[in-house]
């Protein structure tokens, strides 16, 4: 059986005014904190290997982690963040204002970015890169950092959930999700855990 941790990374100042996307921001104060708290949660855990997004929020986070563990980060594009396209950047006052972002945020099976991603394709990269590190050899501890949208596409595949209900899943900054894999099998052991954060 195979273990993999999937972690959001930490908070950025302007996540939560605009729609950063692929965009590099670093880890604002609270984010670096809340990496670190990570990193002290999760020591008795030795990864096999600690994996990353390439984007900046995502490479400070699994640094952090892989400091503790003497460990290297490898950069995996599969978990990079959804392409947002021409939203990218953009305040949230300024999409709730598009007809096309409700539709994103309503049916997200169904909705392509303008010049970015649907969402199928995200779940699409994300689970064919699973199944592929689930096929390795077993008993290997996995950290994979990431974003919001890749580890909700994770998550619901898993699980079952229609991807136009990803919203129902939260996910939040410095947030660990686990799930135990074997070659026929999947138990999911806990999904946004934030307890090392409190």
């Not at 007809?99 to 099976?109: I, M, P, T």
Request: proline share 2%; charged share 25%; glycine share 6%.
């Amino acid at each position: 059986m195979n273990h993999f941790y999937l972690i959001r990374h930490g908070e950025c100042d302007c996540g939560q005014l605009k729609l950063l996307g692929r965009t590099d921001a670093h880890l604002n104060d609270r984010g670096v904190e809340q990496a670190k708290r990570l990193s002290v949660a999760l020591r008795d855990i030795q990864f096999d290997r600690i994996i990353s997004s390439p984007v900046m929020r995502a490479m400070q986070t699994a640094q952090l982690i892989a400091l503790l563990q003497q460990r290297e980060v490898t950069v995996d594009d599969s978990f990079q963040e959804i392409s947002y396209g021409k939203w990218t950047d953009k305040s949230f006052s300024e999409l709730r204002n598009d007809k096309l972002w409700d539709k994103f945020n309503r049916f997200r099976a169904f909705s392509r970015i303008p010049d970015g991603e649907m969402m199928i394709d995200v779940q699409c990269r994300v689970v064919e890169k699973m199944e592929k590190l689930r096929r390795e050899p077993s008993d290997q501890a996995v950290c994979i950092v990431s974003h919001s949208d890749p580890i909700k596409a994770i998550l619901s595949y898993y699980c079952a959930i229609d991807v136009n209900a990803i919203h129902g899943l939260s996910v939040d900054n410095g947030s660990v999700s686990v799930l135990d894999m074997t070659a026929s099998t999947v138990s999911i052991g806990a999904v946004n855990y934030t307890g090392h954060l409190i």
